[in-house]
């Protein structure tokens, strides 16, 4: 049931990186009325509440947390609808990005070819500006609906929103994304083919089948974050099970066993070597649950 809580909630199986400890209790609303029973919770007991999607982008503290999950995964509703030269897309904040983009292939239209390669859910994707190459969903989200953190709904229109590269576009942020509205418009086949290729081509040199959460860090401005970790020797460092993936320095890999303490000491161990060589402090991308 969408209502119920799972007390002691174990958390490595629902992140990418494989690893972290437990919550004190997970919630898997499928509706937006099902999700405001954990934010009450979670206020009426004075503990930390976190939102979980696809589980990339995350680290998850080791042991016990002593918060509240929301898992957005069941909230996977989907509404196409036909406009003038396109159509919109009402999703849920559940639905898998791929997803998104395997719809706008079957119905021609374009924008979303940006999201080949990337994981996760809407919800986290919209939350966290998602993109590649300059492209993003800032020119195509017409509204967007909210819960604050007293659980208050609100839906947002596009002017309300602040876009900026990798960054939660509110200025004070909702606690969670329940749904929004995309517009698409029509595009050839064979257009919206080559973009996707295109943009995957962005993805080569990323580790394939490896443990990874995604990109550890930010791109600073006018650099990559990537070149900067390879330029000052970061592919060759590892600590526990944690390494830093020999195919692109912006990953870490869990190789087996590692622990959330592991990436985390690698983690910071690489902007300390970036800081020293370059004097660029690199910005997290990933996301951090619990205490670190």
Known sequence: MGGAFIENCGL???NTWGCGGSCLWLARPESVSEAVLPIKKARDEGVGLYILGGGSNVLVQDGFIRAGIILTRSMDAL???ETKGGVRIEAAAGVPVKKLLALS?????TGLEFLAGIPGTFGGALFG?????????APLVEWADTLSHDGEPRRWASGELVWAYRACPWREAPLLITKASIALRRCAREKIIGNIRRFSSLKRGQPIGARTA???FKNPDG???GRLLDGCGCKKLSVGGARVSPSHANFVENT???RAEDIYALTEMCRKR???EYGVTLEYEIKFFGAF
């Open 129 to 137: 500006n998602a993109g590649a190459a300059g492209a993003s969903f």
């Open 214 to 216: 995604g990109c550890v």
């Open 79 to 81: 509404k196409v609808t």
């Open 105 to 109: 292939l079957e119905e021609g239209v």
């Open 12 to 14: 490595s199986g629902l």
């Open 223 to 225: 650099a990559s974050a």
């Open 256 to 258: 087996g066993g590692a």
């Open 274 to 276: 970036v800081y020293e």
